[in-house]
């Protein structure tokens, strides 16, 4: 398997490659040359595998000259061995038809850990194959940070740079980033927005001498190794209810388009899934896009649910450059001209073959803490301001006999206040984080300037480095 830019003037490459390069030298997201697909006999055979074995079958055309089986095999056991729940990703069901598939339980309770507990030990293998250090430099909206450090960390070839936007990710979610104290590990507050912290990020790749001198990387979804990794459990829930004999639809909270863009990916590998149901907050792009061809931006607005608080979703690049038939250049046009204008003007066939499958619903902060609140009631079911958002989605799009199911993508625990407010009652942390607000601290803050931030991740790269 081979890998091109979206944008069509980066060289073709490997896994390992792309695992390592990030975002490409063009700007573009690194794609699959094509892509692999089973028979239904193949995802029948899938349905008694383990979930880590099911993740490396499923992983493994993506990576194939890269690793072999059995190494894969190993890291998916290793990534999913510290998981607190024996089906790694359990389904609960909430009336009929309705799912929920839990995503967080991992070590810092977000679905992110499903992919960056392998991605860490992916770098780890290569980086010792090629006896090489990179420099992972990330975005956060509140858990791919955490769950990027978590699984990084202490790892002697990496050096991990984290920025997140200073006051607008909730306090756990920033002190599981600042309180781990490893030296390859270092925080940066950005005096700005998620946007302007992934701006960052993309301006870094951009800037070829520091990429060059840093060998810098990315744990964001923009690295493709995040999204192949993201892909098994789509296909873990739909084997439980029935596939491939049977249709599935999902329903995911969205931010970044890197979780919902995994099951579209499955659905393109042969998977029967029906529709995808994309939840949005009050920075509801992505659902007035879906609706009426609206991709413009608007300020981004905080909200209950701050890991969505978004208004450009990198990975829908890569959607967009499928549906246009992997024209580069009209990709490349078009992603030029949203950065300048904020306004992308997707052609009409383009964005009715999106909205054909895909559907979106928004729902302000108000809504957001009545349907935690009623689920609550009805279910005693606790349900995050990330994950309620999905549940939502999901009930307003399920059709009669296709199963939908909503992935539940952080522990309320994780958002304290939202959840004490919509129900009077406070989650537990669990007994590994129950200390988190007793933890020591560190991290800096910056201003939303390239060289100061360029600056601040090298010095601290030479200070790992010593």
């Known amino acids: 398997m081979k890998y091109v830019s979206t944008r069509g003037q980066a060289p073709t490459r490997s896994f390992s490659d792309i695992l390592l390069a990030g975002l490409a030298e063009d700007g573009g997201l690194y794609m699959p040359e094509s892509w692999p697909q089973f028979s239904k006999d193949e995802w029948r055979a899938m349905r008694s595998l383990s979930y880590p074995e099911l993740a490396a079958r499923i992983i493994a055309p993506f990576a194939e000259d890269s690793l072999t089986h059995e190494t894969l095999s190993k890291l998916c056991h290793d990534a999913y061995a510290r998981f607190d729940h024996a089906a790694i990703v359990p389904l609960t069901q909430m009336e009929d038809g309705l799912f929920v598939q839990e995503l967080f339980h991992g070590p810092t309770l977000a679905f992110k850990d499903m992919a960056m507990q392998l991605l860490g030990r992916l770098f780890d293998h290569v980086l010792n194959e090629r006896d090489e250090r990179v420099t992972i430099v990330g975005a956060t909206s509140g858990d791919t ?184 250049q009209a990709c490349a046009n078009l992603m030029t001209g949203f950065r300048t204008t904020g306004k992308m003007d997707v052609p009409s066939k383009a964005w009715e073959a999106i909205s054909t499958l895909f559907s979106g619903k928004e729902l302000d902060d108000a809504a957001t803490t009545a349907e935690i609140r009623s689920l609550y009631e009805k279910n005693r ?86």
């Open 381 to 466: 079911y606790l349900a995050d301001p990330h994950t309620i958002i999905g549940i939502a989605a999901g009930r307003a799009f399920r059709e009669p006999g296709v199963p939908m199911v909503a992935m539940a993508t952080a522990h309320p625990a994780k958002f304290p206040d939202a959840m004490r407010e919509a129900t009077g009652i406070t989650p537990a942390l669990p007994p590994s984080l129950a200390d988190l607000f007793e933890r020591e601290e560190r991290y800096r803050v910056v201003s939303n300037d390239l060289t100061v931030v360029e600056d601040a991740i090298r010095a601290s790269v030479l200070a790992n480095s010593r």
């Open 145 to 328: 940070g955490s769950a990027a450090i978590e699984a990084c960390r202490g790892r002697e070839r990496l050096t991990v740079a984290i920025l997140h936007p200073e006051g607008r990710t909730s306090e756990v979610q920033r002190r599981q980033m600042t309180t781990v104290l490893d030296p390859n590990i270092h925080n940066l507050a950005v005096q700005g927005t998620f946007d302007d912290c992934q701006d960052l990020v993309k301006a870094m790749f951009a800037d070829l001498p520091f990429r060059t001198d840093m060998h810098l990387s990315a744990v964001n979804s923009i690295n493709w190794a995040r999204i192949a990794a993201q892909i098994p459990y789509y296909v873990y829930s739909a084997l439980q209810l029935g596939a491939p004999d049977r249709e599935v639809s999902f329903a995911v909270p969205t931010g970044n388009f890197g979780n919902v863009l995994a099951a579209w990916v499955a659905r393109q590998m042969g998977l029967p899934v029906k529709h995808l149901c994309v939840g949005s907050n009050r920075n509801d792009i992505l659902t007035r896009f879906l609706h009426s061809n609206d991709m413009s931006t608007r300020k981004v607005v905080p909200s209950l649910s701050p890991s969505m608080d978004i208004q450009v979703s990198s990975n829908f690049e890569r959607l967009l450059f499928e549906v246009m038939g992997r024209d580069a």
